[in-house]
C-alpha cells in the first residue's frame, strides 16, 4: 500500500460505499487517485497513468483545463446558485442557445438535468408527457435494446439491457428490449460494421404484440459504450428511425458517450446521418468538471406539451431537479464547449481516428482477443473468459495494465479504451505496445520483433 493510501485508517476508507465498484477487494487494495494534468492521471505516489477512458468517457479535452478552472472560479464569485423553480439566470438561457444551435436539424429545446441517469429518466418522462397532451395517454411503453446502458435510475435500468444492472432490483417499470448488434458475422469489423441491419424490424414485431398505441418511444444508444462499444451496423438506425415514424413512435438518443464529439462528431446523430426526436447529453458537457446533464428535444414535442398547459401561470410539465442548470455547471460547460471548438477537437478525432482504429486491431491475433469494436475514439475488446467467470480476465489484465502506467476500462467480459480528443500518437503507440505486452505476459509468451 503507498504512504497516502496508508494514511486512510481502516474507518474512513469503510465509511464509503463505492458505487460500480467491488468495495472488499479495492478495500484490500485501494487504487487512490490525488490529481491529474492533461491526458494523465496521478496516483498518491505521484506516479503519472494515461488516462485511457478519459475519466469515465468524460474528459476529453483533458484534465484541469485553466479555463474551465476560471470559469467556475469566477462563477462561484458571483453567483454561486440560483432556483432553477420559476426563476431563471442568465447563463442556462445563453447555455440551452448554444446547444440547441449545435444540434441536429430542429432539435432546439434543451432541459436541464443533472447525469445522464436523469437525462434518460427525463426524456421519457417527456415522451409519455407528450402523447398524453396528444391525447393518447396509452402510449406508456419504452423500448430499450439488450447491452443498452441508460444510468442506473429506475428508470435507466428498466430499458436498460445490461442483465448484471437488472438482476439485482426485480420488477422496475414495463419495458421490452430489441436484440443487441453484437453479432459474429461483425467480429472484428473496423468502424461501422455491415450486417445487421435487418435487426431494426424487430420493431415491427414489438408493435404486433404491444400495438403501437401503447407504445411511447425507443430509446438506443448510437454506440453502446458500457456494454463494451457496440457499432450498430450501418443501415440500423435509419432503418429503426423509418418504423418510428410509420408507427408514431418518438426515438431517443442516449448520447451520454457519443455527445461532443467521441465518434468524430459533434453527435452521433451526425455520425450515422439519422435525427432522432431527443437526444440525452452529459458527461463531455462540462468535461467532466461539474455533474451536468441535459435533454435536447424537437419543436413540436415542446410544443405539444407547453400548449396544452392550460392558463399561462400553470406549470405544463411537473418535472425538474433542484440543480437544474446550476449556475456552475453552465459556467463549466460553457468553458467545455469553448475549448471543444477553439481546438477543432471534434475534427482533431475525426484525422485521429484511422490511426486509432490502426493501433486497436493490430491487437488481434493476440492470446485472449475475441473480438476488436472501435468508433471514433472508443475502442472494445472482447475477453475470453476463464470457465464460468466472464469478468475475472478483464480484471487481471486493467491491473497488470495500471502497473504499467495505463488506466483503461474493464466490465463484464470486455476492456474499452475511451482515449482523450487532446491525444498525440505517440500515447497511442505507447497504450497499444502496453496492451500487447500485457496480454502476451499474461500468456507466457515473449514478444518478439
Known amino acids: 500500500m503507498t504512504q497516502r493510501a496508508s494514511q486512510l485508517s481502516p474507518q474512513p476508507m469503510d465509511a464509503l460505499w463505492m458505487p460500480y465498484t467491488a468495495n472488499r477487494q479495492f478495500k484490500s487494495a485501494p487504487r487512490m487517485i490525488t490529481g491529474a494534468q492533461g491526458n494523465y492521471l496521478i496516483d498518491d505516489s505521484g ?4 488516462d485511457g477512458l478519459s475519466g469515465l468517457w468524460t474528459c476529453g479535452a483533458g484534465h484541469n483545463r485553466p479555463e474551465i478552472t476560471e470559469a467556475v472560479a469566477k462563477q462561484l464569485a458571483t453567483l454561486d446558485y440560483a432556483p432553477a423553480f420559476q426563476y ?5 438561457f445563453e447555455l440551452a442557445e448554444r446547444l440547441a ?23 421519457t418522462k417527456m415522451a409519455r408527457a407528450y402523447w398524453r397532451q396528444q391525447g393518447q395517454p396509452t402510449k406508456t411503453r419504452i423500448i430499450g435494446r439488450a447491452k443498452g446502458y441508460h444510468g442506473a435510475s ?5 430499458f ?50 404491444h400495438d403501437a398505441s401503447n407504445i411511447a418511444a425507443v430509446i438506443v444508444e448510437p454506440m453502446s459504450g458500457s456494454a463494451g462499444v457496440i457499432v450498430p451496423p450501418a443501415g440500423y438506425l435509419k432503418r429503426l428511425r423509418q418504423l ?13 458517450i457519443t455527445g461532443f464529439g467521441r465518434t468524430g462528431d459533434l453527435f452521433g446523430a451526425n455520425t450515422f446521418d439519422v435525427v432522432p426526436d431527443m437526444i440525452n447529453v452529459a458527461k463531455q458537457l462540462t468535461n467532466g468538471a461539474i455533474p451536468m446533464g441535459a435533454v435536447l428535444t424537437r419543436q413540436f414535442i415542446y410544443d405539444t406539451v407547453v400548449d396544452a398547459g392550460g392558463a399561462p401561470y400553470n406549470i405544463e410539465l411537473p ?14 460547460a460553457m468553458a467545455s464547449l469553448d475549448i471543444l471548438e477553439q481546438e477543432k477537437l471534434v475534427a482533431r478525432v475525426a484525422e485521429l481516428s484511422p490511426y486509432f482504429e490502426q493501433g486497436v486491431h493490430s491487437l488481434k491475433g493476440m492470446p485472449f482477443i475475441n473480438d476488436i469494436r472501435n468508433l471514433g475514439f472508443a475502442a472494445g475488446f472482447t475477453i475470453e473468459s476463464y470457465p464460468g467467470e466472464p469478468a475475472r480476465r478483464p480484471f487481471e489484465l486493467a491491473m497488470k495494465l495500471l502497473e504499467k502506467g495505463f488506466y483503461v476500462r474493464y466490465g463484464g467480459d470486455t476492456l474499452q479504451l475511451g482515449i482523450p480528443f487532446t491525444t498525440e500518437k505517440s500515447e497511442i503507440d505507447a497504450l497499444i505496445n502496453a496492451m500487447q505486452d500485457t496480454l502476451m505476459d499474461a500468456h507466457g509468451m515473449k514478444k518478439t520483433g
Open 88 to 92: 431563471g439566470h442568465n447563463l442556462a
Open 154 to 158: 429506475w428508470g435507466g435500468i428498466s
Open 244 to 256: 418510428c415514424d410509420e408507427h408514431d413512435i418518438l426515438l431517443i438518443f442516449d448520447e451520454v
Open 47 to 50: 506516479r503519472k497513468i494515461f
Open 101 to 123: 444551435a449545435m444540434a441536429p436539424s430542429d432539435i432546439n429545446k434543451v432541459f436541464f438535468t443533472n447525469s445522464g441517469s436523469e437525462a434518460a429518466d427525463t426524456a
Open 160 to 209: 436498460g439491457g445490461i442483465g448484471a444492472n437488472r438482476k439485482m432490483w426485480g420488477p422496475a417499470m414495463e419495458s421490452d428490449h430489441l436484440s443487441h448488434t453484437l453479432l459474429p458475422q461483425n467480429a472484428f469489423s473496423e468502424g461501422i460494421p455491415a450486417q445487421g441491419a435487418n435487426l431494426a424490424d424487430e420493431l415491427i414485431e414489438m408493435v404486433a404484440l
Open 319 to 332: 418535472h425538474g431537479y433542484t440543480y437544474s442548470g446550476h449556475p456552475v455547471a453552465c459556467a463549466a
